[in-house]
């Protein structure tokens, strides 16, 4: 019996190590099924919690959207009540001018800016000490153009606000200072439009006269030298006229002193007959065009003008020839006795038409005065007889008009009028 035992207990130890070993393993099996599905469970909310997510999310979206639109409304409002159109702006200046606040902000800074740079371009274009101040004064007025521009056309009246004594806004924007800001521009406009053209006109007899003085310098044919030199004289007379109003006049006028000493250096005085020709001929261009304007008056007292600096500028040319060339200096005397009496009779054509344009003006300020002072009384005989000698002290000034004049056919025209004035006068009496 006690081997029976011994045996029967050998047998059964081998089968509780193996169930054991298996259980061991199926435990590990479900843990890791265990941590693997515990994720899965944590992140899934129950449904109350969810419920409660979702409502929170949505009053939050719709608090965002009540917001947003609280915000844009009366932004779109006021975006609307700024906008640059009179039967907008009109309104709402005349019942709430603190409404059109940001635009008169927005139109102030613009003018200031504006201003600021307008006034660095007059001063760079009035005062330039070189070409490059131009060129930078040009670059500031654009500049500031564009910020002019920006302030509508609208802001030139009540219609932004300013013309409301009780406007919250002061600024030191008005219309007129607007309207004298595009005039300042335009006016630098125009003398950059000229300074510019002045300045490649420069450039360009600048180019012309080096390469005449290396033709001359590397020519051997006298002819072509001597043709060199009537166009090297003409070139240098061009310099005059460059206007002096522009900065490259005055640079011009600094150059032709060199360019002339250059010129001496050059070609020295072996060239007085071709000298002679140069001036005589530069002077005949002149004559050539103060006759030609001449020809079908009557002219303005500006044309007039114009006609009288051709003359001046021929006998100008004439001058200049010295009196050692004894033969062309009394050849030049022949000239100008004739070019001085055809100054003369422009000079006298200027004076009539200053005097009958004065006339002129007189008879229209009369007029004016007549038709004021006469528009509310009656036609009693005494008032006719009044006014009938008004009307002939006006005539009278008229007839002074000189039939060579611009002012002659309205005078002329005004003449009739007046006498149909007096004729109808005389017809009440």
């Known amino acids: 019996m006690g081997i029976n035992n011994f045996s029967g207990n050998n047998k059964n130890e081998p089968k509780d190590n193996i169930s054991s070993s298996q259980e061991n393993d199926i435990k590990k099996q479900l843990e890791q099924l265990e941590q693997e599905i515990s994720p899965q469970k944590s992140n899934k909310l129950p449904p109350s919690k969810q419920s409660n997510f979702v409502s929170n999310i949505k009053s939050t979206i719709k608090r965002i959207f009540f917001i947003t639109l609280g915000i844009s409304i009366p932004a779109g409002f006021l975006y609307i009540v700024n906008l640059p159109y009179a039967a907008i702006r009109r309104p709402v200046n005349r019942h709430a001018p603190v409404l059109l606040l940001p635009s008169q902000i927005i139109v102030e800074n613009n003018f200031k800016k504006a201003l600021n740079l307008t006034e660095q371009a007059e001063q760079l274009i009035d005062n330039a000490t070189d070409f490059p101040d131009l060129d930078l004064g040009s670059q500031r007025l654009q500049e500031g153009k564009v910020y002019l521009d920006k302030i ?91 206007s002096s109003s522009t900065f490259a006049g005055t640079i011009a006028q600094q150059k032709l002193v060199v360019h002339e000493l250059d010129f001496e250096d050059v070609v020295g005085f072996s060239a007085n007959n071709e000298r002679l020709a140069t001036f005589i001929g530069t002077a005949e261009d002149f004559a050539r065009l103060a006759k030609t304007r001449s020809q079908n008056p009557p002219y303005t007292v500006s044309e007039w003008s114009d006609i009288e600096d051709f ?79 008004q009307i002939q002290d006006i005539i009278s000034i008229l007839n002074s008009v000189d039939p060579n004049s611009t002012s002659y056919p309205t005078a002329q025209k005004l003449i009739g009028d007046a006498q149909n004035q007096i004729n109808d006068l005389k017809s009440r009496l």
Do not use: C, H
């Not at 002061?170 to 002045?198: C, D, P």
């Not at 200053?354 to 009384?377: F, G, K, P, T, V």
């Open 152 to 242: 509508p056309i609208i802001a030139q009246n009540e219609l932004m606000g300013y013309g409301n004594s009780n406007r919250v806004y002061r600024s030191g924007f008005s219309g007129t200072k607007f309207v004298e800001m595009r005039k300042k521009v335009g006016e630098l406009e125009a003398k950059i439009f000229q300074g510019t053209n002045a300045k490649q006109t420069l450039n360009k007899l600048e180019n012309q006269l080096a390469d005449l003085k290396s033709q001359y310098q590397n020519s051997n044919s006298d002819t072509e030298k001597r043709q060199i030199i009537q166009q090297w004289r003409t070139m240098l007379n061009e310099f005059n006229l460059i």
């Open 311 to 389: 003359w001046e500028k021929a006998i100008n040319e004439l001058e200049k020839i010295p009196e050692t060339d004894l033969e062309g200096y009394r050849q030049a005397n022949r000239i100008i006795v004739g070019y001085e009496d055809s100054l003369r009779d422009a000079r006298l054509r200027k004076e009539i038409e200053e005097d009958s344009l004065r006339s002129l003006e007189n008879a229209e300020n009369l007029i004016s005065r007549y038709r004021n002072s006469n528009a509310n009384l009656d036609d009693s005989p005494n008032n006719i007889s009044r006014r009938i000698v």
